[in-house]
């Protein structure tokens, strides 16, 4: 049985940082891409960070690029997002996505619960 579950979130005020966990058991961690992904109410979810199996290659949405920093243990099957100079706008429900390497198309194979992470001025 295959889970994803994600820590960290919480309240802090702009400017702020926090940093997301997503363990994973139920899968052999090292060959799949992780995604961090977030959705604010009334929006789609949207992409913020990906990190290859090897931790190779990392993307951000532009949003984030220079604030919020992808990175993962192979060792202790975690993938992290570390959010720096929050802003208000980042407020939303942070999702960790799993993808095997081999998987074909743009879907994600596993999905972790949500945690939520606001914001405030």
């Known amino acids: 049985q295959v889970q994803l579950v994600e820590s960290g979130g919480g309240s802090v005020q702009a400017g702020g940082s926090l940093r997301l966990s997503c363990a994973a058991s139920?899968?052999?961690?090292?060959?799949?891409?992780m995604s961090w992904f977030r959705q604010a109410p009334g929006k789609e979810r949207d992409v913020v960070a990906t990190?290859?199996?090897?931790?190779?290659?990392?993307n951000y949405a532009d949003s984030v690029k220079g604030r919020f920093t992808i990175s993962r243990d192979n060792a202790k099957n975690t993938v992290y997002l570390q959010m720096n100079s929050l802003k208000p706008e980042d407020t939303a429900v942070y999702y960790c996505?799993?993808?095997?390497?081999?998987?074909?198309?743009?879907?994600?194979?596993?999905w972790g619960q949500g945690t939520q992470v606001t914001v405030s001025l």
């Open positions: 996505a799993a993808r095997n390497r081999y998987t074909v198309g743009s879907g994600y194979d596993y």
């Open positions: 139920g899968l052999t961690f090292s060959s799949y891409r």
């Open positions: 990190i290859t199996w090897s931790g190779s290659i990392t």
